[in-house]
């Protein structure tokens, strides 16, 4: 797997993940969004500068230019609830991509540590010979990651399999790689070391559905 770490890069993307980090900050939800939103939009414009390109002529009120565009067909695919906003900065940059949602949440059968992914709901146009953009806000053990990877094989194989997250743990991304085609990138922008008995990232940010959406049951 190509890993795309972006907190080895300083930028403005720092910024963005500082604000979602912080304790004080993160409780004004709509800022949250926005800046879950916003790191979408700057891992976007990064991978977009992995694709496939082809020159094409467009006509201006004075003459002709050649311009090379991004040729593939995308799909973006996000994980309910939390994906929301992540999904939505990559469809601004990728506005003519068909889109694929799914939801995946952990179960605590025994109320303990132990929990399995189910996967209840998919929305998903044909995957075959396309691109496929899976965005995760979180990727903290990578099993969700790998049920939705599951859950997707009977609509077609893709030619490209993109995974866009802000935060992870190396357990996660280290999960990802053996789970995941060899030729899978993933675009991240940071990577933490730890993860809780519970499955949560460490230092992380919390819960990222919670945040964006208020409190569950």
């Not at 414009?45 to 020159?55: A, C, D, H, Q, R």
């Not at 969700?144 to 743990?169: F, R």
Request: glycine share 8%; charged share 25%; with cysteine.
């Amino acid at each position: 797997m190509h890993i795309h770490d972006y907190s080895k890069d300083h930028s403005i993307l720092n910024q963005f993940i500082y604000e979602l980090r912080d304790h004080d900050i993160q409780k004004d939800a709509m800022r949250f969004r926005k800046n879950i939103e916003r790191v979408g939009e700057i891992l976007a414009y990064e991978m977009s500068k992995s694709l496939t390109f082809e020159t094409k002529k467009v006509q201006t009120p004075l003459g002709e230019k050649e311009m090379g565009l991004p040729q593939q067909d995308i799909v973006l695919c996000s994980i309910l609830r939390a994906g929301l906003p992540l999904h939505q900065g990559l469809l601004n940059y990728f506005d003519g991509a068909e889109n694929a949602f799914i939801s995946a949440y952990r179960n605590h059968p025994n109320d303990d540590d132990e929990f399995e992914v189910i996967v209840k709901y998919l929305a998903a146009p044909s995957l075959e010979g396309k691109t496929l953009i899976l965005t995760d806000p979180m990727l903290a053990t990578g099993k969700t990651l790998k049920n939705v990877l599951d859950a997707l094989k009977p609509h077609g194989t893709p030619a490209q399999i993109h995974i866009i997250s802000v935060i992870g743990s190396q357990q996660g991304v280290d999960y990802v790689e053996k789970e995941f085609p060899e030729s899978t990138h993933l675009w991240i922008s940071a990577i933490d070391d730890e993860l809780s008995s519970k499955g949560y990232i460490i230092p992380g940010l919390g819960d990222a559905g919670d945040l964006s959406y208020g409190v569950k049951l």
